[in-house]
């Protein structure tokens, strides 16, 4: 019986990558999961490490889940000059205090509030250096970071032209 498995292992194996689509070793997409609030915070750690960032957030949801995250993005804004970061948020009064508090300080700070009647589902879409990361907090505390140059330049894009669409806001 072993014998007859090794013969036909080849076979099986074949008819297993011909039913089951596999990545390619060099495969120009990376996906990547985080669960719990130390993956979340890496993936923010990454995403301050960066050049540029945009975001569609949340603020009400990340206070209330992260709520460490502003002096990490503050703390970011002074310590990595380079970093320029715009930011479609919600409405709120959340918003408002959190920006008016910590961002508002910060030149590379730039931010729109969405109309009233968008809800924002994902605590936070990040669009940074190639990639596009995902924080969830509905359930539990997951992200996922999906790195894949066209998608990033289709994300920036869309954003841009939203950005360009919006109207300015004061505090």
């Known amino acids: 019986d072993m014998k007859k498995l090794e013969d036909n292992m080849p076979d099986i194996v074949k008819a297993i990558y ?8 060099n495969s120009e997409v990376e996906v990547r999961y ?5 993956g979340v915070k890496t993936i923010y750690e990454d995403a301050l490490s960066s050049k540029e960032l945009r975001s569609y957030v949340n603020m009400d949801i990340v ?7 502003a002096e990490l ?3 970011a804004l002074r ?14 009064e959340t918003s408002k205090h959190l ?22 589902t994902s605590a936070d879409v ?4 190639g990639k596009v990361g995902i924080v969830n907090a509905s359930d539990k505390k997951t992200g996922m ?10 994300s920036k894009a869309i954003f841009d032209f939203i950005w360009e669409l919006m109207p300015e806001d004061k505090l």
């Open 34 to 38: 985080y669960d719990g609030s130390r």
């Open 63 to 69: 206070a209330s889940v992260f709520p460490e995250n």
């Open 99 to 120: 920006i008016k508090e910590f961002f508002s300080k910060s030149s590379n700070y730039k931010f729109k509030f969405t109309p009233k009647t968008l809800a924002l």
């Open 79 to 92: 310590k990595n000059p380079e970093l320029k970061v715009w930011e479609i948020v919600d409405v709120s």
């Open 145 to 154: 970071v999906i790195t894949n140059l066209e998608y990033y330049n289709n």
């Open 73 to 75: 993005f503050n703390t």
């Open 126 to 129: 990040l669009i940074y250096d």
């Open 18 to 25: 011909d039913t089951v689509p596999v990545a390619k070793e």
